[in-house]
C-alpha cells in the first residue's frame, strides 16, 4: 500500500492557461474523489468516480473542469482556461467502498497557484 | 443539504492539557464520520472512523465519540503535545459524499 499520490505538489501558472493535475488512488479502491480546498475552508466536493465510471459532479463545477478515470485506474482533473479564483489545493481521495463501510484516503494534494 | 460544523475555529493549549474539538452536523442520516488532521500546506491524515452504529472509537491518545441523534462528534485528545499542533477536520458520509467541516486550528504551546 504506498498510499495516495498527487503530481504535481504545486502548479503555478498563468490566467488563461490550462492545467491537468493526476492522481494515483490506491491500487483495490474502487472510488476515486476530486476535491478541492481554500484556506480556513474545509475540503469541498468537485467530482467522484466508482471504478472508471464519472457518477456525479459538483453543481459548482463550471464546464472549464473535467476529469478522467481511463480504466479504473489513475485520473485527471483538467482546468481549461484558468482563472485567478481557482487558486487553490486540489486534493485527491481514494477508497474501497461498501454498503456500510467507506473510508477515505487522501493524497498530499497539488496546490495551484494562478497568476 | 448536510451542514457540518465545528467549533472553536482555533484553540491554544498548554502542553500536557486534555482537550475536546466538536463537530456537529444537521442530518442524523450518516453511514459514518471520520475524523482527519491536516498538516500546512498537506494532504489530510485520517485519524478514526466512527460508524453509524457505534458510540466509540479509541486510538492512542485519541477518542472519538459519535452521538448520532444529537447530530454531534467529539475528539478527545489526552495529554496534548506541541506534535498535536494542525488542523483537524471531521466528515460524515452521506449515501454519495462526504461532508467536511471548515476545522478546528490547535496549537499546543510547549
Known amino acids: 500500500d504506498t498510499g495516495v499520490s498527487q503530481d504535481p505538489r504545486h502548479k503555478i501558472t498563468k490566467r488563461g492557461q490550462n492545467v491537468t493535475f493526476r492522481c494515483d488512488p490506491i491500487s483495490e479502491h474502487n472510488r476515486l474523489y476530486w476535491y478541492r480546498q481554500t484556506l480556513g475552508q474545509g475540503p469541498e466536493f468537485l467530482t467522484y468516480?466508482?471504478?472508471?465510471?464519472?457518477?456525479?459532479k459538483s453543481r459548482l463545477l463550471s464546464d472549464r473542469f473535467s476529469a478522467e478515470r481511463p480504466k479504473g485506474s489513475f485520473s485527471t482533473l483538467e482546468i481549461q482556461r484558468t482563472e485567478q479564483g481557482d487558486s487553490a489545493m486540489y486534493l485527491c481521495?481514494?477508497?474501497?467502498?461498501?454498503?456500510?463501510?467507506?473510508?477515505?484516503?487522501f493524497g498530499s494534494g497539488t496546490q495551484l497557484s494562478v497568476l | 443539504k448536510q451542514e457540518v460544523t465545528q467549533i472553536p475555529a482555533a484553540l491554544s493549549v498548554p502542553e500536557g492539557e486534555n482537550l475536546v474539538l466538536n463537530c456537529s452536523f444537521t442530518?442524523?442520516?450518516?453511514?459514518?464520520l471520520q475524523w482527519f488532521r491536516q498538516d500546512p500546506g498537506k494532504g489530510l491524515t485520517s485519524l478514526l472512523l466512527?460508524?453509524?452504529?457505534?458510540r466509540e472509537q479509541t486510538s492512542g491518545r485519541l477518542n472519538a465519540s459519535l452521538d448520532k441523534s444529537s447530530g454531534r462528534s467529539t475528539l478527545y485528545i489526552a495529554a496534548s503535545q506541541p506534535g498535536d499542533s494542525a488542523t483537524y477536520l471531521c466528515?460524515?458520509?452521506?449515501?454519495?459524499?462526504?461532508?467536511f467541516g471548515t476545522g478546528t486550528s490547535l496549537t499546543v504551546i510547549p
Open positions: 466512527i460508524q453509524s452504529s457505534q
Open positions: 481521495a481514494s477508497s474501497f467502498r461498501t454498503e456500510l463501510n467507506e473510508k477515505l484516503f
Open positions: 468516480f466508482q471504478n472508471e465510471a464519472q457518477l456525479e
Open positions: 466528515a460524515v458520509r452521506g449515501y454519495n459524499q462526504f461532508y
Open positions: 442530518d442524523s442520516a450518516i453511514y459514518n
